[in-house]
């Protein structure tokens, strides 16, 4: 991590001036005290208290030319990160690995900011004096998590219907409605 530009107020002009990156890797095993406080909207969505395993991410930029040739901060961003949630299939806890990778252009203020961004490929933010950049991380990673979590193989069979065999059995044994009515059709 360069020494000189602090991820939680990062003046990301100088940043990308000086065409620096900024790398960190959190693990619950080391860092859980440091993980909950920095990320405590995705320790949220874990579900145990305890269930953010770690958060990775690497974060670079550069100046480049605008449509008018003056020069805008650019920021590359690519976060991770394993989060305990429960799985929608057999209803246990299941370590989902989340990750996203984005760029990012700055721009004068927040009005510009939002007149551009539906037309850019790129997201697009209003540069501030000191930028949140683990406030963005974390969103990048909330964003990235999927709506219905699910292990790639369930550590239990999951049953696949909701009756139980007695239940069927009796559903078998009783006449078919359809066969009652076409006992009503027929002639007297």
């Not at 530009?5 to 990156?21: I, T």
């Not at 100046?63 to 949630?85: D, I, M, N, T, Y």
């Not at 799985?87 to 203020?109: K, N, Y």
């Amino acid at each position: 991590m360069s020494s000189h530009f602090s991820p939680e107020q990062l003046d990301v002009m100088s940043f990308a001036r000086a065409r620096a990156h900024l790398d960190s890797r959190l693990t619950r095993d080391v860092d859980g005290a440091s993980l909950a406080r920095l990320f405590n909207r995705l320790s949220d969505e874990a579900c145990e208290p305890q269930g953010l395993n770690s958060v990775s991410w690497h974060a670079q930029a550069e100046l480049r030319p605008g449509a008018s040739g003056e020069l805008q901060p650019w920021l590359s961003l690519e976060v991770e990160c394993s989060v305990r949630l429960v799985c929608q299939r057999c209803l246990t806890p299941a370590d989902i690995s989340v990750s996203a990778q984005r760029w990012f252009r700055f721009v004068a203020d927040e009005a510009t900011a939002a007149a551009e961004d539906d037309e850019s490929d790129e997201d697009v933010l209003a540069l501030e004096p000191r930028f949140n950049l683990i406030e963005l991380v974390e969103d990048e990673l909330l964003m990235a998590i999927p709506l219905v979590p699910m292990h790639d193989v369930c550590p239990d069979v999951v049953p696949t219907s909701a009756g139980e065999e007695e239940f069927q059995a009796v559903l078998e044994s009783r006449p078919s409605a359809f066969a009652a009515l076409a006992q009503l059709k027929k002639p007297t």
